[in-house]
């Protein structure tokens, strides 16, 4: 390796192979991956349909285990922890961001956001402090006791983002954040993460089928046989 990617916190995929059983078929989606992200990167993951775009997510935030290979997040390798050890890290380091937001209906924006922090050592009065900040760092602190039935789509995402964000991780995994949104409100959300990713420093890895969300990325990874090949047109452009 080039760079230390352990000092850095970044991301280090090497020799990752995984599949899955389908039927009485074993389907093999990565042979031989190998990726590094960088701290501090905003990686757009394209590719067609069913090529593995959302397994990579799950391999890297720990929900997907690979079948050989190593993958390293800073000093910790992700693929062999336990699985107790395995929850606290992804509760710490890892938001995640979905396509149809996963927000809990019958609770209000404050309350979801609120969720990850139940599982830490705040107590209420900082969980509150800390759910307003987020809210208001998304824009969204005067909707905070709505409930996500009345909020548009381009807030209960700026929600989703807002309860990723609760327990300050350093990576963002996105999984099409912007695929249920107008281009309108996905270009806002598109905005919010490049200035969380450019103020704030945190990695993102977003799947994406959206060609105009890789302008918002600093570079662009397209599927292709099972790896992973740069964009270099893309990246130029960043
Ligand atoms: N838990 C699972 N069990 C069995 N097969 C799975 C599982 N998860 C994914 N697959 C299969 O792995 C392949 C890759 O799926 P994945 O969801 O990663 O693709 P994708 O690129 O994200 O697709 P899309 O763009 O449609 O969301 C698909 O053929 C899918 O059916």
């Known amino acids: 390796m080039s760079r230390d990617f352990t000092e850095e916190t970044g991301i280090s995929i090497q020799g990752v192979r995984k599949g899955y059983k389908i039927g009485s078929q074993q389907v093999t989606i990565f042979h031989d991956l190998n990726l590094e992200i960088p701290k501090g990167d905003f ?10 775009k959302s397994t990579l997510l799950n391999l890297i935030g720990g929900i997907d285990r690979p079948d050989q290979g190593e993958i390293r997040f800073g000093y910790t390798r992700v693929d062999s922890l336990s699985e107790s050890a395995l929850s606290r890290w992804r509760g710490s380091k890892v938001g995640f961001v979905f396509q149809f937001y996963n927000l809990m209906p019958m609770l209000t924006a404050a309350q979801n956001v609120e969720l990850p922090l139940l599982l830490t050592g705040l107590n209420k009065r900082q969980r509150r402090e800390r759910v307003e900040t ?7 602190i005067e909707r905070k006791d709505h409930l996500p039935s009345e909020l548009s789509g381009g807030q209960m995402q700026r929600v989703g983002i807002a309860r990723a964000l609760a327990v300050d991780p350093v990576l963002l995994l996105c999984d099409e954040p912007t695929g249920d949104l107008d281009r309108k409100s996905a270009d806002e959300i598109l905005g919010m993460l490049q200035v969380l990713n450019k103020e704030l420093g945190k990695t993102i890895v977003m799947v ?8 918002f990325a600093k570079r662009t990874l397209r599927l292709n046989k099972g790896q992973f090949v740069e964009d270099a047109t893309l990246r130029a452009a960043a």
Request: aromatic share 0%.
């Open 43 to 52: 990686v757009a993951v394209m590719g067609p349909s069913g090529s593995g």
């Open 134 to 140: 987020i809210l208001n760092l998304v824009g969204l």
């Open 208 to 215: 994406t089928h959206d060609d105009n969300a890789c302008g």
